[in-house]
């Protein structure tokens, strides 16, 4: 592509979104300078490392952004999409850090500085990750284990009256505990502390996917199963072909509440007995103050959550291209 062709392609942007990137980037300088121009007094010689190195990467990165906005309208959109939320990001971060190293009032350990957070990922990268693939294999495990369950009881729920008036009592009975009251019962039944915390991040999941399936099962049109059943559709077909079709929001919906109960119970799960994962780092944490690794892992359950979820509705937008009264994320 010659540099004619380039120029060609160039797609200036409004007056109105420029000043929106520009502020963006403003807001990104103005933190930077702030946290470099002003010492660091708390605690007594501490000097930041990573903090500004975190700040100046941002710099580049929305710097960078910017630039290819102007040839990709796609990166235009998701960047000035952002702008409001990174100014208010550093007004929050630069307040912060002065409260914690550039003034000391408010204290460790309890107050780490977002240079002491951000740290924790340089100087124990491999434990981090460590405990991340942990907990993010014991929540697909239950997550998976809960699906499944969830699909065949609410499937028996929903199109038997046989199996709904047997099962039906039990997810009224078992389904709205809290998965942390199931815990001494879970150690004591399950052969291994794994399977336990497996077992109790699928029970969270298998109750709203149950509840959410029955129902958008018992509220399909009897016209189409009445069809399919004189067209010479087996049982099997018909649920496969016809129901689950027409029931895709309340399976989406039952998955979206189950990951979001999910992450909730995972903390509790991993304290039967693991040595590894996010919320056995935050117990062991929390024993020995170390308050900085217990923000951090917070930073990694947001983003865990964040990316989960932005898939799953990914996936949602995907199949049910027709909806679009679904949930949105």
Not at 35 to 63: A, I, K
Not at 154 to 180: A, C, D, E
Not at 210 to 220: K, P
Not at 285 to 297: H, P, V, Y
Request: with cysteine; hydrophobic share 55%; aromatic share 14%.
């Amino acid at each position: 592509m010659t540099v004619k062709e380039v120029f060609n392609k160039v797609e200036f942007i409004g007056a109105k979104d420029a000043l929106k990137l520009a502020a963006a980037l403003a807001a990104i300088g103005a933190a930077l300078a702030f946290d470099v121009l002003l010492p660091s007094v708390y605690p007594e010689g501490y000097r930041e490392q990573y903090y500004p190195l975190f700040l100046r990467t941002l710099l580049v990165v929305f710097l960078a952004l910017s630039v290819l906005s102007v040839w990709f309208p796609r990166v235009r959109q998701k960047t000035i999409h952002f702008w409001g939320l990174v100014i208010a990001a550093m007004a929050l971060l630069t307040f912060y850090t002065y409260e914690t190293v550039k003034t000391g009032n408010l204290l460790l350990p309890v107050m780490p500085s977002p240079d002491k957070v951000i740290g924790v990922f340089f100087e124990e990268g491999a434990t981090v990750w460590k405990n991340f693939a942990a907990s993010f294999s014991l929540l697909l495990q239950g997550v998976g284990l809960g699906f499944v369950a969830g699909m065949v009881y609410g499937t028996l729920m929903g199109y038997s009256r046989f199996f709904n008036y047997w099962l039906q009592p039990f997810i009224k009975v078992i389904g709205p505990v809290p998965s942390t009251a199931w815990m001494a019962i879970a150690m004591v039944l399950a052969p291994s502390s794994h399977l336990a915390s497996v077992f109790l991040v699928a029970l969270t999941t298998w109750f709203p996917l149950s509840v959410n399936l029955s129902g958008g099962i018992r509220g399909v049109h009897k016209v189409y199963i009445e069809r399919a059943q004189i067209m010479g559709a087996s049982p099997f077909r018909i649920i496969t072909r016809v129901i689950y079709p027409a029931v895709l929001p309340n399976i989406f919906t039952g998955l979206f509440m189950g990951l979001c109960f999910s992450m909730t119970s995972l903390v509790g799960a991993e304290t039967l007995g693991v040595q590894a994962g996010l919320g056995w780092v935050i117990n062991y944490a929390q024993g020995w103050n170390e308050f900085d690794l217990i923000f951090s892992t917070i930073i990694i359950f947001v983003l865990m959550a964040f990316v989960l979820l932005t898939i799953l509705f990914k996936c949602q937008k995907h199949v049910m291209k027709w909806s679009k009264g679904a949930i949105q994320w």
